[in-house]
């Protein structure tokens, strides 16, 4: 184990190594098509991740899997907050995340 240093904040380091593995073009062709084929109404970034994990796209169905992706996207005109509710796995009110339409997504270029 190394030891932390003092004043030294470890987590920005892993957080930002862990950044770098993610193959984000694959996972945001992932959330994509979950959002396209599975739920026309949104869905949930637990909702997306439950889909996923059961495709074997990602090793579990936490959210942390999806949600960064969903806001990177969301910053990218890709898809956008659509409204709240209850998730059914947290019991807390949620986003629920869907496509904008391509006409939107090719006014705002």
Known sequence: ??????????T?????????????GLRYRQILDVLENDDADGMTAKEIAVVMYNR?????????????RLTELGEQGIVEPIGKKF?????RKVTVWGLRSPFETKERA
């Open 87 to 91: 998730c059914t796995y947290t019991g």
């Open 1 to 10: 184990m190394e030891k932390r240093k003092p004043g030294e904040l470890t």
């Open 12 to 24: 920005l380091e892993t957080r930002a190594a862990a950044n770098e593995t993610v193959n984000k």
């Open 56 to 68: 074997g796209d990602i090793p579990t169905s936490e959210r942390n899997f999806t949600a960064p």
